[in-house]
């Protein structure tokens, strides 16, 4: 039986409720594949039901609304969430912390696989300083757990995180062959260093610079890039990937890449000029960037359906107003007016 419909409000009054008791971060996490940097889904094939759909979410980035509703959305057609979320929860959006328990909330209650986005991996405690610091700009997360009025209680789920981000899976080998990432791939330079040996390449992907490009590395429209290594996010086009998957071929066919990172305002970028290996990026937040949160926030907000049998389809949530503005004046009552 499904669960009756929960509203974004109910959802943030009960982690709210949470927040103001204390209530201390789990000390296990309960988030699918921890501590297997490179996820093959050939061999790791049982993380859902083989009979049960998986839902992928891209960057949520504070948006808890997004989180909240687009929850409820796949819980009134599932009997359980099988989640697969593309990385960055944080840092942008208002309510980082907020996002952080709930979504620990959804894996304990169904099957979460949580690949690491760069602003999860970039908090980090700076002991000699006395406080958090971020490698990305602006790491808005970052700041408000410098204030001094920000509660013990949400600086120790910041540092859940910070303890929990480095064990999440950088990548995810489906086995319907599509490549999941909040980034990218192993760009040119390093695919020349790569072993002749293919028993040996699933260590090299695990290499340190391989995650971080599986990270930090961006899709562009551009066909082919030369990687910039004088920063982390060196971009891509479709003939790397088409490179790329040829090179891993002796370890697994690849034929699709979908990814995170890149902020799309539909929600969704179906890259029609990638022919040969499909790419899909996914935006889950709905705010438009660099105005106020509650301005043109998106009429719909998408996720990506995964069929047992691989099938694929992008599913968008029209956004009632009204539930948007009951939780604006539940968390956001200033801006609310």
Known sequence: MRPARKSPVLYYRE????????????????????????????????????????????????????????????????EKLNLLFLGDLVDRGPHSAECLVLLDRLARQGKVLWLAGNHDLSLSWAPERGRFRSRVEPAEYCDELNLATTREVRRNWARHLIALAPSLPRAFLHPSETLFTHGGFP?????ARRPDDSGLLPRWLEDEKCLSDFTWTRMTRHPRKIPNRETLGSSYGHLDFDDFCTAIRPWAE??????????CPEGFDAHPSWKKHPALTLTGFGFAEHVPYQADYRAYLTVLRLHPDGARRLLRFPVPSGDFSDFMAAALPHAAG
């Open 15 to 78: 982690i709210q409720s949470a927040l103001a008791e204390d209530v201390a971060p789990p000390t296990e996490a309960a988030y699918l594949g921890l501590g297997k940097p490179v996820l093959d889904g050939r061999i790791h094939g049982s993380l859902w039901p083989a009979t049960e759909p998986v839902y992928v979410l891209g960057d949520i980035h504070g948006d808890f609304f997004a989180l909240a509703y687009l929850a409820d959305q796949i819980l009134q057609r599932e």
């Open 254 to 263: 690849i034929r699709s890449l979908v990814a995170g990172h890149q902020h």
């Open 187 to 191: 760009l040119e330079d390093l695919r």
